[in-house]
């Protein structure tokens, strides 16, 4: 089988990618190492950039989302008894929309079914030969079957634990990483959200998230030992020791329940450089990991995605390589500027091991100059709503 773009991973980028391609008559096939149903149970983030929606909008996939997204004017931001707004409409005339990846996820699933998208589910032992070639092909095992893919260029967009990166020779990646002391337990309940903006708080016994899916779906987060296990923790122990996180007005009104999923996320920050080699192209997850505090996994994503569908369409339509050739210098520039949005909100609100008393002071100094200074809080909101592609 021969096809334009070869796409490795069914995640949100190489389905977004496969049906904004798809649209503009570029032929894809998109190879997923798992079930459909296995990529749909995924609980991930719900944050959404407004260059994300206008990225589904693009792609013809926005109808369910317009109908049944919440949009986010703000965030509340708390630190022990300390409690303050941060109005993203006031300060950047922008929000973000509120809507589960996992229904990003399922929405482009659908779509790819009504264009008949090609995708091959179950692929095993997906290989990527001559990246660095004219001539690039994938090779992968499905249905006990051998099968080749030949192709013009390759989309690596399986994730972090994925092929691609690793594709690409150690003498020519550079990679870039930090791994947080602590985790996030994250508890998804069947309850009406406790506010209805996002909550992030930071106290003396550790950071706390309350967030939603819908006003009937709650998720909840706390950070947690990296020793500890979701099993370690009832229901109870969970409620208790999130209410002690979050303002107590808060805690008076939470309406808890029984756990619908419970798990822990390792906090890690990664970037590999370079986005490019040859005719592969990294996007997503498989380049790049932010620790989850300022909601960019899927919205850094979602910017690959853009530059790369522009880039190739420049390639096919004007046959200049210029896109492609500055695809990761351009990808890159971005991503940088939302690692450290997700760095600094880490370090901001998070209670660390080896932090001494002059530390704690920092990081209530910063807290206090956030709360106080319309720049400063003009600042987070530029990040958090998304900067410009
Ligand atoms: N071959 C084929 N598919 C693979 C392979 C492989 N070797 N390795 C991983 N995959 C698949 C995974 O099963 C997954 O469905 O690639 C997909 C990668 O999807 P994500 O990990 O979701 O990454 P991405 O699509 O870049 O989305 C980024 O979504 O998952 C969140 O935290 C992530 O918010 C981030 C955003
Ligand atoms: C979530 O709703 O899962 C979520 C929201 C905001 C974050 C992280 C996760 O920063």
Redesign the pocket.
């Known amino acids: 089988m021969r096809v334009q773009v070869a796409i ?7 389905l977004l990618l496969s049906q904004l391609l798809h649209r503009k008559g570029i032929d894809t096939i998109v ?4 079930t459909r149903e ?2 749909l149970g ?1 609980i ?2 719900g944050i959404l950039e407004t260059g994300f929606v206008e990225l589904m909008r693009e792609a013809g996939v926005a109808e369910r989302m317009d109908k049944e997204c919440f949009v986010h004017d703000g965030t509340v931001i708390s630190y022990g008894d300390i409690e303050f707004g941060i109005n993203f409409k006031e300060l950047t005339g922008s929000h973000v929309v509120v809507y589960g ?1 996992t229904e990003v996820t399922r929405d482009l699933y659908d779509a790819r079914d009504a264009m008949g998208g090609k995708i091959v589910f179950n ?1 095993d032992d ?1 290989q990527i030969h001559g990246a660095d070639s004219d001539t690039p092909y994938v090779t992968y095992q499905a249905d006990g079957t051998g099968h080749r893919i030949d192709c013009d260029f390759v989309a690596g ?7 691609s990166r690793q594709t690409i020779p150690l003498t020519v990646r550079r990679e870039y990483e930090k791994v947080y002391p602590f985790g996030w337990l994250g508890v998804l309940s069947e309850t009406p959200p406790v506010h209805d903006e996002l909550i992030y708080a930071g106290s003396e016994r550790g950071f706390a998230l309350c967030s939603m899916r819908n006003e009937n779906l709650s998720r909840y987060y706390i950070q947690c030992s990296l020793s500890d296990s979701a099993d370690d923790w009832t229901d109870q122990a969970f409620w208790q020791e999130l209410k002690r996180r979050i303002p107590a007005q808060y805690a008076a009104t939470l309406i808890t329940g029984p756990s619908v999923e419970k798990s822990i996320a390792a906090l890690r920050s990664f970037v590999t450089e370079p986005m490019r080699w040859g005719r592969l192209f990294l ?4 380049a790049h990991i932010v620790p989850p505090t300022g909601a960019k ?2 919205n850094t ?1 979602a910017s690959d995605i853009h530059y790369l569908h522009n880039a190739l369409l420049q390639f096919y339509e004007d046959h200049d390589s210029e896109g492609i050739d500055r695809y990761s210098e351009k990808a890159l520039a971005r991503i940088w500027k939302a690692e450290r949005f997700s760095w600094s909100t880490t370090n901001l609100l998070h209670r660390f091991p080896e932090q001494n008393g002059f530390d704690l002071k920092m990081q209530k100094a910063d807290i206090d100059f956030l709360r106080e200074n319309k720049e400063a809080q003009s600042v987070f909101a530029q990040n958090y709503v998304g900067l410009p592609y």
Request: proline residues 3%; contains cysteine.
């Open positions: 490795i991973g069914g995640g949100p980028s190489g190879l997923e190492r798992k296995y990529v995924r991930r983030a990846q692929a997906i967009c399986d994730g972090f634990h994925g092929v996007c997503g997850d498989a996994g899927l994503a």
